[in-house]
């Protein structure tokens, strides 16, 4: 009956865990032979015979015969009486096999025998998922949320092994409660105390190009490549993607009809905003379509400093450096490049007021300049630092900081 339990024991966990068949043969019999080395000495004149599919297990030990009076090593030798007592046959020199039974063993070997075996168990299914999840790195796997934590989430997976998904990888609007599903891709793995430590993100910049390639079949063909991705988790991504294929318009393809293909990646990044940007070796053209929705003027740049000068139209500022500077920021990332936004002022656009400097000029000084007629910034401007000294009883240092003040208004 204890071989039984035994057996019955590593076959269950065979089941789960998928262990395979010359694995658990060679556990099981690297356990007994211990016990058997533990109990005679030595265990290599024990032949064990495990069947699987049966769920039972035989060792029988192997001894020669030797003359009464002459046995040397009672692991290895039986005498000839005992032999006898075997089978009446046996002579001399002839080899004695016979059956071992666990049960004789006692209580403390056989429970000895069961720690080891639970022990082996855990090493290898310490050891399963670890290569298992290993070999999953970067790949999207999901789970079911089974405690909720401050700081982490602990997510099983369907065979029932614990996954981490930490604060700090989850989207700052997620919200899970038990028995959620989760989708996340597999970050990192280590080992932590000899345990095997799933880690899960679903703000790294891999998680957001796996659900593309789930979502986009052309991506996932290999038909459109995705050339970088940067991302503010929930917030804001931008993914460069290029076509080999002429025919193939590699954003629209993205996109999809009324947004139809990004809306399920959106939806599941929590509204995450993500611009599709057709990526170009042209740096200059690249840059450009990084900073959309922004429609730039022109470009100034310096490869040695990986600087970029981008030029646009006032009223396109606000939306190249996006809430927070969260647009350019993004751009910067993308291109590789340090984005500066720059406000392009034509000769033939309209002034602006002195009142608007309010907060830069000290509001008895733009009074003072009124009084000589000057009630814009290029009236000030269009008039010589010597005039403007003459014709007002302001200080030289006040007349310079205003020039200075006025001049960056159209830089």
Known sequence: MENVNLIDTFAEFKELK???????????EEVFRSVLARQYGTAENFDIIINIDKGDFEMWRNREVVEDGELEDPATQITLTEAKKIDSDYEVGEEVTDEVKLIDF?????????????????ELEKDYIYSKYKDKIGEIVTGEVYQVWKKEIL????EGNELILPKQEQIPSDYFRKGDNVRAVVYKVELRNNNPLIILSRTSPVFLERLFELEIPEIFDGLITIKKIVR???????????????RIDPVGACVGMKGSRIHGIVRELRNENIDVINYSSNLQLFIKRSLNPAKITSIKINEETKKAEVYLKPEEVSLAIGKGGLNIRLASQLTGYEIDV??????????????????EIESWVIDELKSI?????KNVLNMSRSDLIKRTDLEEETIDEVIKVLKAEFE
Not at 106 to 114: C, Q, T, V
Not at 232 to 246: F, L, N, Q
Not at 342 to 359: G, H, M, P, S, Y
């Open 232 to 246: 503010v988790p929930g917030e804001r991504a931008k993914v460069a993607v290029e076509s080999y294929d002429e």
């Open 106 to 122: 006692g209580r403390r070997a056989i429970l000895n025998l069961r720690q080891n075996l639970a022990s082996k168990i855990l």
């Open 342 to 359: 720059f406000r392009e002022i034509d000769k033939d656009d309209e002034d602006v007021n002195l009142d608007e400097f309010v907060d």
């Open 155 to 158: 997510v099983i997976d369907d």
């Open 373 to 377: 007629g000057c009630d814009t910034a």
């Open 18 to 28: 998928n262990i395979d068949r010359a694995t658990m043969m060679s556990v099981l």
